[in-house]
Nanobody, 127 residues
Framework: QWQLVESGGGLVQSGGSLRLSCLAS????????IGWFRQAPGKEREGISG????????DYVDSVKGRFTISRDNAKNTVYLQMNNLQPDDTAVYYC????????????????????WGPGTLVTVSS
């Protein structure tokens, strides 16, 4: 019954913006650590951003730092990923994942530490 569904993907031009949403069903996001991952064709799935119990507890990989912003709205049971200044290298299927929140642990965890994954949403950035 625990499910995550991503939305907001699509086709944008280089320099454009998209906001991805991750809606949880069957459980509350309040006590979950959420990570955003992406997988480009021919590449391994990589973690790009994570969020802990508050909007102040966030982490980003260098390739998206300053361009992407992760946030959560617990009242809506939703986590967002605002993506600005998108580049062709950002083209990938984007996934959100939920894991058990661990105090003192990494904000962006390894894929095996997440118990629920969404089906993904495709982001395509044209040049």
């Amino acid at each position: 019954q625990w499910q995550l569904v991503e939305s907001g993907g699509g086709l944008v031009q280089s320099g454009g913006s998209l906001r991805l949403s991750c809606l949880a069903s069957g459980f509350a996001l309040d006590y979950s650590a959420i990570g955003w991952f992406r997988q480009a064709p021919g590449k391994e799935r990589e973690g790009i951003s994570g969020i802990g119990s508050t909007n102040e507890a966030t982490d980003y990989v260098d390739s998206v730092k300053g361009r992407f912003t992760i946030s959560r709205d617990n009242a809506k049971n939703t986590v967002y990923l605002q993506m600005n200044n998108l580049q062709p290298d950002d083209t990938a299927v984007y996934y959100c994942a939920a894991g058990f929140l661990r105090l003192g642990g990494p904000i962006l965890m390894s894929p095996s530490d997440y118990h629920t994954w969404g089906p993904g949403t495709l982001v395509t950035v044209s040049s």
